[in-house]
Structure formats: structure tokens, C-alpha cells
């Protein structure tokens, strides 16, 4: 019976937990550390191409499994940036309108 327990255990464990690395070749950056003060105060603004955008979040962003780098959204843009925290492309949330 003991040994039946043991086994429960485990599967319980391979099903309901996500086993993070201990390790990784390169530290991940804080975003909170870094993006928060941009949520939480309504003046501070993300600069793209000297217009002022309001962050409305930010996170990791993976690729082939692995964690490629971090994004930023802004109300029109999204940002991406690699794990040495270079800017890699931006996408547009909306298209542009334009007015005849």
C-alpha cells in the first residue's frame, strides 16, 4: 500500500506542478522592476518615435519553447525585445485609418 501511495505522489506531481529550470544561461531581467512604474503612473509615458503611448502591459515572450526575450504593449503597439534586451520588430494593434 505504501508503495501504491508513492506512486499517487509522483504522478500528482508530474500532472500539477510545472518544473521550472534551476538554471538558465542568461538572467532574465525584472520587468516589474522595470515597466511597473509605467501602469501605475497615468503621466509616465513609453516613448516610440517621440510620440508618447500608456503602457498597458508587459511579459516574456517565447519561441520554439524557450523564452526569447520580453514584450511591451502600448494602447496602439506591440514591442519585442530579445534576451539581451535589443528591440527586435513592433506590431501594430489597429491599423492605421486614413482619411480621404
Do not use: W
Not at 22 to 38: F, Q, T, V
Not at 46 to 59: A, L, M, N, P, W
Not at 71 to 89: A, P, S
Request: charged residues 30%; hydrophobic residues 30%; positive net charge.
Amino acid at each position: 500500500m505504501r508503495k501504491y501511495k508513492n506512486n499517487l505522489k509522483f504522478i500528482d506531481i508530474l500532472y500539477n506542478y510545472v518544473i521550472v529550470p534551476r538554471h538558465s544561461p542568461k538572467p532574465m531581467i525584472n520587468l516589474d522592476e522595470r515597466y511597473h512604474d509605467y501602469l501605475t503612473n497615468p503621466t509616465k509615458k513609453f516613448r516610440i518615435d517621440g510620440v508618447g503611448e500608456k503602457v498597458t502591459g508587459y511579459g516574456y515572450h517565447c519561441e520554439d519553447g524557450d523564452i526569447a526575450g520580453h514584450y511591451i504593449t502600448t494602447e496602439n503597439y506591440k514591442l519585442f525585445y530579445n534576451r539581451n534586451e535589443q528591440f527586435v520588430r513592433m506590431e501594430a494593434l489597429r491599423e492605421a485609418v486614413i482619411e480621404a
